[in-house]
């Protein structure tokens, strides 16, 4: 996890939002075609401070206020990048992405299809996604699924203030249209599920040791977040954190891995896993039917038919729009992770 | 926060209800205004109000606005995750509610409490929302103070901006194809003007000139961000309605006389079959956005006492004094409805809080989402144990 590259800069403590905040900084500084912007983006940093002290360091011109349009905030990116600019969007939340999915889907995606590699849409979208929060069902969704159905589209989502860091500057130097979720119950620390303790800060983890300079993270690379023989579990975002708790509560020698980028996925990290454990747990929080899990679950069988010892487990959020006063009956757990663990290892 | 253009309090004139847009243009550029600041009323606007009917607003915008502090301190004690207030806001809810008719329609934003307030709705039955306890008629599926109420002909309100702008305007086309003699009320906050869903309703509202009142409140901020970022180039919300071709007018939002002349103005016109009015009303959020904010990192913390146009609820009082309805009166009044909500709130407490007593059973989440469960849900509800 430590950073083995010194033009990377000094290491410092920072959370996944400063993280991100660091990462626009960097950019800017070094590409002056780099803007940010969104609802409440400018002088007040946004609403989770990710874009916090840029106004005032690189001038309005560079990162400011939209009108609340999140129609107006994908689109007048698409038109920057076609004018040579490398724009970082920020929708408020991703449960408000749906104005702008029309631009995303139809038009950044497929810019460069359409027009035979004419015109390029080398934008990012950030947006938070992910429960926890008490938000019901307009803060708290996770439509990652909305997105990899795209063609076009890459899809990405850290699960810690270093990977968020050097993932952000890869999408940013991407030339492809680059939709970048951010698991907002771990931008402060690494939330494991379990909601009556305290939150454990990023400063006394060692992921939320930062470079301050330029590093990246590659699209396309999963990270094992915790070696394993008995079983493979396939997640990404705050779940990477519930689904380590699963492993400590169950004692189940667990390999997770942290995807990181869904689209394009990183099919090796995850095959070579599975056959060496034969067991398959897939874990999101998103809604179960038509969920990425469901692509997971087919990839794996698709490739490891013959290593498999026991069905794909699949854990994932119920059916149902995100509820408010049953947030932690609806959200899945660690004992329900666990429960999946321990299924996938009787078979 | 600009206000321009203050007009005067009588000065802005009051046309036929049948007035075409373009014989009005003006007046999105005015301010209707009926209470001058020493609380004396003038002009075409001043309406017939008896002090019975204002003493009966008095009472909603009192009760919105001891709810609301109850709620935020509810919050700050972390009994509920998350408060919405509407200080300073609260004469436009709480006059058109008593505007609207029994069977109009309200598409309101989570600022207009006062509406629901005014319309009847048991103070308890909206805390008991906040708590989202087991007596929660929303069944716990929205955050505090996401309201519903079909019984006060109030739409459940949505956690997205401005959607249920053309969902008014449909409505009233709906009105209009039965014959119906009733009128929708839609609001939309000078931030969410900005969202196309604004740009779909003034359109079809244009086309099939509907029964509809779409009142923009501009409370000078959205979020953190100043009404004139959404603005624009224009001077004022109201002008949007002229390149639609719709009465357009603008309105002090903090006069309980202006909000209820133009309101009755624009529902008599829809009831006529003259079609839409767009309604600018001008106000200040006094309160944060939400608990979850902190305004002081962007306006100077005294601004709500310098606004221009004042607190509502002070203006309806000194109105009142000159109407003899006193000082210690409504004082009075004040600490009743105080007392009235304390008590309520301990009832709702006693049932259940975010963290504490009952609350509704996670078998509502999967029976709301189809009229009939469907069998992937049934096995998922049984997997969940309930
Ligand atoms: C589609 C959508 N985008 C963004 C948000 C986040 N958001 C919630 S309230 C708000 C500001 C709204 O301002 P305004 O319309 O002026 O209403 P006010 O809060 O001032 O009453 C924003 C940006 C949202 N709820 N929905
Ligand atoms: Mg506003």
Redesign the pocket.
Known sequence: MTNTDESAGPISKMTMIEAIRSAHHVMMERDASVVAFG??AGAFGG?FRCTEGLQERFGEARCFDTP?S?LGIVGTAIGMALNGMRPVAE???A??M??GYDQIVSEAARMRFRSAGDFTSPIVVRMPVGGGIYGGN?HSQSPEALFTHVAGLVTMIPSNPYDAKGMLISAIEANDPVIFLEPKRVYNGPFDGDHDKPLVPWSKDPRGEVPEGYYKVPIGKAAIARRGDEVTVLTYGTMVHVAMNAAEITGVDAEIIDLRTLLPLDLEAITTSVRRTGRCVIVHEATRTSGFGAELSAQVQEECFYSLEAPIVRVAGWDTPYPYSQEWEYFPGPQRVADGMLQALKG | MTVADLQSAGEARRPAIDVLAPEIMDMAFGLIRVLDDEGNPHGPWIGDLGVDELVEILTTMFTTRAFDARMMKAQRQGKTSFSMGSRG?EAIGAVTATVMGAHDMCFP???QASYLLGRGRDPLAMMNQVYGNAADENLGTQISGLYTSSEFGFLSIS?????QMPQAVGWAMAAKIKGDPTVALAF??????A?SDMHAALTFASTYTPPVIVAI???Q???S?D?EV?RGSAQTFAQRGIGYGLPSLRVDGNDVLAVHGATSWARDRALAGHGPTVIEFVTY?GSA??SSDDPTRYRPEDEFDEFPLGDPIKRLRLYLQNRGFSNDQANALDEQIRNMIEAKNEEAEAIGTINTGERPSLRHTFELVYETMPPHLIRQRQEAGI
């Open positions: 609802e409440d609403v609340i999140e929708i408020q939340f449960d408000y749906y104005p307009t | 806001e934003t989570y600022r956690g997205n901006l401005a959607t939309v906050g000078d931030g969410s003007t969202e409140v501009n409370n901020y959205a979020i961000t009404e959404a959020r956005h939400s």
